[in-house]
């Protein structure tokens, strides 16, 4: 029974906390490049720069805190290129960041410093949104009533700046090289986690209840908006 039960666990807490996390992420990057190439095919080469600067630059800031909090020395930070110069590697922004492979805490920080754009853009997006539009955060609300309350202009400046931020939701092939670079580590984190909590909970469904349905949630809303932006730049092209 107990084995049952750890087993249960782990894989819950690996469902949750990595596959769920990976395969959005996936997803949501692809969806946002599409967006960014229709953007690109209408208006040029700049249109990055000119639809995307916000989320560039908080993309930017997410990996150089996360790179900060594990410990990484930032050896440059660019938050946005020049877009009359641009970067010979195409790069709209970039964080150049050095650490010690022996030191487990910096290698396991790989895999968040990668994934660190779509964490924090999408806290930033529920900051923003409880801000300008609460209503949307009320399920029982949802439909004409969401409007209910709330001025036009408010409206307006969410659906710019969700637009903006979210096609900084991009990861690069340098990023997901972060990513690829910490996984060993944070499975073996998981694995253990995943563990612990199957000794101590009577029922591995609290992971979920508790967790993981919150986190589904704010995964499918993000895929969501990337799914729309990525539908309504397509008519451009």
Not at 42 to 52: D, K, L, V
Not at 66 to 92: C, E, M, Q, S, Y
Not at 127 to 134: A, G, H, R
Not at 140 to 146: A, S, V
């Amino acid at each position: 029974m107990m084995e049952t039960m750890i087993g249960r666990s782990i894989i819950w807490v690996l469902l949750i906390f990595l596959i769920m996390p990976l395969v959005a992420s996936y997803c949501i990057s692809w969806l946002t490049m599409k967006s960014q190439q229709h953007l690109m095919v209408r208006f040029g080469p700049r249109a990055p720069f000119i639809f995307s600067w916000l989320g560039t630059i908080v993309h930017e800031l997410a990996h150089a805190s996360l790179a900060l909090l594990f410990g990484h020395h930032l050896d440059k930070i660019v938050l946005l290129t020049n877009p009359f110069k641009p970067d010979k590697d195409r790069r709209l922004g970039y964080v150049d960041h050095s650490w010690h492979s022996h030191n487990l805490y910096q290698r396991l920080g790989n895999f968040f410093i990668g994934l660190a754009p779509m964490l924090v853009i999408s806290l930033v997006t529920g900051v923003i949104t409880q801000i300008l539009w609460p209503n949307l955060f009320d399920i029982q609300t949802l439909g004409w009533h969401i409007f209910v309350g709330v001025p036009g202009w408010q409206i307006v400046i969410w659906i710019a700046l969700i637009f903006n931020l979210n096609l900084g939701m991009n990861i690069s092939p340098a990023d997901w090289h972060n990513v690829w670079q910490g996984l060993t580590v944070y499975i073996i984190v998981l694995l253990v986690v995943g563990l612990v909590i199957g000794l101590f909970i009577l029922d591995d469904a609290l992971i979920w209840e508790t967790v993981g349905s919150w986190l589904a949630m704010t995964w499918l809303i993000n895929l969501g908006i990337s799914l729309v932006i990525m539908s309504l730049t397509s008519l451009l092209v």
